[in-house]
């Protein structure tokens, strides 16, 4: 498949499936830092120009960059995250999956980050530093914590080594993710378990990170509200069948 016939697919994917569920999607178009900057710049050209198109131009919400941590430097993608950003695109960047403190460095300076992936080797109790953390906190960038994945890959020894009590320590906002939910073998109620057994997380504590979440997504805020209100009638649900 070409590029546009990936994008495409699953754009219309995307657009039935919201026709019949009550399931709200978005479209991050991601660069893949190991196939070069050519391809990269070649990524964005076709974000905006789906970010552009009548039928999907609502459902491309920004770009990612992930991709194998030790390829490249991510530095020099810097003007692409600009252009992205001058087009109206949100970023999630997959920073510090690895240790590299000058890159994870100059990337947080630039100020373009919405999100960060991962972030394992930013805060100074992981391998990072005070620097890189108060970038990150002066900022408020929300991190993509994703536990299973963190240990599959070796970036974390364990779940109790997961830098998510750092982060919630802190009282800094952080979103639990799967990362690939087929490639490591899980779902998101898995590592909400995951997370509530290691952590001694409360049910209210579950809800609250549940609902924290809707501020972390590239929605627009009538939509967050929207979604706001959806997931606390759930959760309303789950706590009345609970006390049956």
Known sequence: MTKNQ????????????????????????????SRGLDDAWDTLKLAKQ???????KTLICGMDISGNPQAGNLV??????REAKQCGLKL?????????????????????????????????????SQELLQLVKSQAIPLELCLSSNIKSGTVK?????HFSCWRKDEHPVVICTDDKGVFSTTLSEEY???????????????ELCLAAVEMTFLSQEEK????????????????????
């Open 193 to 207: 378990k995951i997370c509530a057994e290691t952590f001694h997380l409360k049910k209210t504590d579950l809800h």
């Open 50 to 56: 789906y970010a552009a198109h009548e039928r999907f």
């Open 158 to 162: 364990s779940a109790e080594d997961h």
């Open 76 to 81: 020099d993608y810097i003007p692409i995250l």
């Open 6 to 33: 990936y994008i495409e697919t699953v754009l219309e994917a995307m657009i039935e499936e919201m026709s019949q569920n009550t399931i709200t999607v978005r479209l991050l178009i991601s660069i893949d830092r």
């Open 92 to 128: 999630s960047v997959h920073l510090a999956e690895v240790v590299n403190e000058k890159e994870t460095l100059e990337l947080l300076k630039t100020e373009l980050i919405d999100r960060i992936g991962h972030g394992t080797f930013i805060h100074p109790e992981t391998g990072g």
């Open 225 to 244: 509200d929207r979604l706001r209100q959806t997931i606390d009638k759930e959760l309303d649900k789950l706590t009345q069948l609970e006390s049956v």
